[in-house]
């Protein structure tokens, strides 16, 4: 069965910090890959996607993600996290089908 | 306004009863789905409408759920005889249209279910 995974369910960091968020998925042919980010409170909301071109993808507040096709990994990135940056964060992919396959989703804590 | 929304926010059941939830998608949108959010889990699809036509419901686990979108608009989830393993955030998001990119679905604030 088609999967994605995301391998950190929690994540503190200080503020200036580094962030990099693994997801990775089951093979599958043709995919389409983004990142949702959930504010405390907020609805989804959409971070970055990937549908062909350039692997390297630039989102909002700074944020990029790498597809790395022979890795099937779609990894978050962002140089320096902001405490605003506190919140959920989804990995989803579109195989053939109609729907988005999320991840379990990441917790990142951004302290001051 | 511009974005999805889902009526109620905050929805209780008790065990036995059913439930109606309501999902407006942006004006224009084709594409309607649905999906389920399990307390520390990600969204899990329900089902999809391409305007009207229901065209997956692999999703929906069992025959007491029931979507319909009747005149390609707002959609209506109803689940019949809640059980406590219904209890959930569910979701409704909607995009411009299947076949074009960027696929793009916009959520809305979603319903959360609380069956006691």
């Known amino acids: 069965a088609q999967s994605v995974s995301q391998h950190n369910h929690h994540v503190i960091l200080s503020e200036a910090a580094s962030l990099e968020l693994g997801c990775n998925y089951s093979?599958?042919?043709?995919?389409?890959l983004f990142w949702y980010v959930q504010y405390p409170g907020q609805h989804l909301q959409l971070l970055l996607k990937?549908?062909?071109?350039?692997?390297l993808v630039k989102g909002i507040k700074g944020f990029e993600a790498e597809f790395i096709k022979s890795k099937f990994s779609f990894n978050l990135r962002k140089p320096s996290v902001q405490w605003s940056d506190t919140a959920e964060y989804f990995c989803?992919?579109?195989?053939?089908?109609?729907?988005?396959?999320f991840g379990k989703g990441t917790s990142l804590l951004v302290t001051p | 306004g511009a974005g999805v929304s889902q009526s109620p926010r905050y929805k209780v059941a008790k065990r036995g009863q059913d439930v109606a939830l309501r999902c407006d998608p942006i004006?224009?949108?084709?594409?309607l789905f649905w999906y389920q959010q399990a307390l520390g889990q990600g969204p899990e699809f329900l089902t999809y409408?391409?305007?009207?036509?229901?065209?997956?419901k692999s999703g929906l686990p069992s025959d007491r759920f029931f979507a319909e979108r009747p005149e390609g608009s707002v959609s209506t989830l109803k689940i019949q005889r809640t059980q406590q393993e219904d209890s959930a955030v569910y979701l409704c998001?909607?995009?411009?249209?299947?076949?074009?990119?960027?696929?793009?679905?916009?959520f809305g604030p979603g319903t959360r279910l609380t069956v006691t």
């Open positions: 989803a992919v579109k195989w053939s089908g109609y729907a988005l396959n």
């Open positions: 093979y599958g042919g043709t995919v389409n």
């Open positions: 409408f391409q305007n009207e036509a229901q065209l997956d």
């Open positions: 990937y549908f062909s071109g350039d692997p």
């Open positions: 004006s224009g949108h084709v594409s």
């Open positions: 998001a909607s995009s411009l249209a299947r076949y074009l990119p960027p696929y793009e679905q916009y």
